[in-house]
């Protein structure tokens, strides 16, 4: 079946620092979305990329879905403790007849260190 | 809007018996897919639901089903239960079915099997 694989699983960084989190599919994607869940949340929709090779900017987030829409990053400029939380992508396979569903990524824990 | 609602919010249940948890999606939403998160295995897609037709079905055992009202409400299902079903159940609704599209989740049941 379809997998979604995300990397790292957690990531601890100094406040200010760059954070960067890595999705690749082992299917081709009819497309990707981000969501954020905060400890004790529930995750948040951040945003869908479509497109082949779509760059997405978000403030201090930037979002790219790679050309053979396999594969996408998140990356976060200059982190700030509102920043931790775990981050999931979730990928979908267009299946012809209907979509399947959204799988997710295991998703990687943001530890922010003030 | 009124967000997404999901009841009971906590349950404790034994081994072999049945639990029904119950999902109001926003209004005017018509799709409600239903998840599973663990710390091991993540966030897990279980079914969707649009317009009380089951659209999508993830790879889980019989033992989990669901239904949709025409009201949208749904609920899901899981019978004789086991203890590896102890986990957060997080439902989603969404305007439209198919692949596209923003989620929105709900705060999830968090139910413990003994």
Redesign the interface.
């Known amino acids: 079946?379809q997998q979604v694989m995300q990397i790292p699983q957690y990531q601890h960084v100094q406040e200010g620092e760059d954070f960067t989190t890595y999705c690749n599919s082992s299917t081709t994607l009819?497309?990707i979305?981000w969501?954020k869940q905060r400890p004790g949340?529930?995750?948040?929709?951040l945003i869908?990329l479509?497109k082949s090779g779509e760059v997405k900017k978000q403030k201090r987030l930037t979002f790219q879905f790679g050309e053979a829409k396999k594969n996408s990053s998140l990356h976060i400029t200059a982190t700030q403790t509102t920043d931790v939380g775990t981050y999931?992508c979730?990928g979908?396979?267009?299946s012809g007849g209907?979509?399947?569903?959204?799988?997710?990524?295991?998703?990687t824990h943001l530890i922010i260190q003030p | 809007k009124a967000g997404v609602t999901q009841t009971p919010r906590y349950l404790i249940k034994t081994r072999g018996q049945q639990v029904t948890l119950s999902c109001s999606p926003i209004s005017g939403h018509r799709s409600v897919?239903w998840?599973q998160q663990t710390p091991g295995?993540?966030?897990?897609?279980l079914?969707?639901y649009f317009s009380e037709t089951q659209?999508?079905?993830?790879?889980f055992p019989g033992r989990f089903s669901g239904r949709q009202f025409s009201n949208s409400r749904s609920e899901m299902n899981v019978s004789t239960l086991e203890l590896g079903d102890s986990a957060l159940y997080?439902c989603?609704s969404k305007a439209g079915?198919?692949?596209?599209?923003?989620?929105?989740?709900?705060?999830?049941t968090r139910l413990t099997v003994t």
Do not use: C, I, W
């Not at chain 2, 295995?41 to 897609?45: D, I, P, R, T």
């Open positions: 079946g009819s497309n979305q969501y949340g529930h995750p948040v929709f869908q479509v999931f979730a979908s396979m267009y209907g979509a399947d569903g959204l799988t997710f990524g295991k998703g | 897919s998840y295995q993540g966030l897990q897609f079914f969707e659209r999508n079905k993830g790879n997080l989603a079915t198919g692949a596209f599209g923003e989620q929105y989740f709900g705060p999830g």
